[in-house]
């Protein structure tokens, strides 16, 4: 049985009859690193929150998540808080509003484990000053008792990423976490988060519109196209031959250097078939 089975969800959210996800499906092993690429819009974050458990009250789901042996559509909040935050956690695009600004991110880390393990105050401190270092956080003590206003973007974003693997999780999601960091900030935080990863095989949902980060990191891929997947496979073999127009259109808007001086700059809609991009 995989991780986690994705089977026809579809999510609609108040009187809208359009749903913003359409019948996806896909599944998960431990270990593997899928990722998730479309452009605004297309339905990336709606997934992420329906799979942890965090769409608002006026959402429309159907379809089924089965995480391990939990099916998360129908599984009460308790149930569901057990399992987040230790067995399945989520790196948040916006560490600013991750974090609570009123207390030390030190301790708010030691929360996240005091929830889930029966540790003694001295073996929690450790086990945060730990992950912290892992995660190349320089003075993880001093990190552990600054607050986040304290903390540069990228220290935040580490923070942020060391407390979605305190727990040893079997799955992570990762919805757009490096977007506000600077290029080479970026290219050191991911590559701890995949030496994490590997440290505890933990499966990584990525989701992102930037396909070079996603080539770096993710052993497959997924592209979703106005609430569907519209292609999947390993991400060498999607990135260097996409076989759907949409996959063609996010990889030539994504290199523009490639585009000569003076010409028009492409857009994904060049590559759609007339009646996908309201032209008649």
Do not use: W
Request: hydrophobic letters at 45%.
């Amino acid at each position: 049985m995989s991780l986690l089975a994705v089977t026809d969800l579809r999510v609609e959210f108040g009187r809208r009859r359009t749903a913003v996800l359409d019948g996806v499906s896909f599944t998960l092993e431990p270990g593997q690193r899928l990722g998730l690429v479309g452009a605004s819009g297309s339905g990336k974050t709606v997934l992420a929150s329906a799979i942890m458990g965090l769409l608002p009250d006026n959402a429309r789901v159907a379809g089924t998540i089965v995480f391990e042996d939990h099916e998360l559509t129908t599984l009460p909040e308790r149930a569901f808080a057990a399992l987040r935050g230790r067995d399945l956690t989520m790196v948040f695009q916006e560490p600013m509003t991750a974090l609570d600004p009123t207390m030390r991110v030190g301790r708010q880390a030691a929360e996240l484990i005091g929830l889930h393990r029966d540790t003694s105050t001295g073996a929690t401190r450790a086990r945060v000053e730990q992950i912290f270092a892992r995660m190349g956080l320089d003075q993880a003590s001093r990190v552990a008792d600054a607050y986040p206003h304290e903390l540069s973007g990228g220290q935040r974003q580490r923070v942020i990423i060391a407390m979605a693997l305190l727990n040893s999780p079997a799955l992570v999601i990762c919805d757009e976490p490096t977007t506000a960091l600077d290029a080479t900030v970026q290219a050191r935080v991911l590559d701890l988060l995949n030496e994490e990863l590997a440290a505890v095989n933990a499966a990584c949902l990525f989701i992102s519109h930037d396909l070079g980060l996603v080539s770096g990191i993710c052993t497959d891929v997924a592209v979703l196209y106005r609430g569907q997947i519209v292609e999947t496979g390993q991400a060498g073999a999607v990135l260097r031959a996409p076989r759907h127009p949409y996959t063609q259109g996010l990889l030539a808007t994504a290199d523009i250097d490639a585009v000569p001086a003076g010409e028009r700059l492409p857009v994904i809609e060049d590559f759609l078939p007339a009646d996908e991009c309201g032209v008649t």
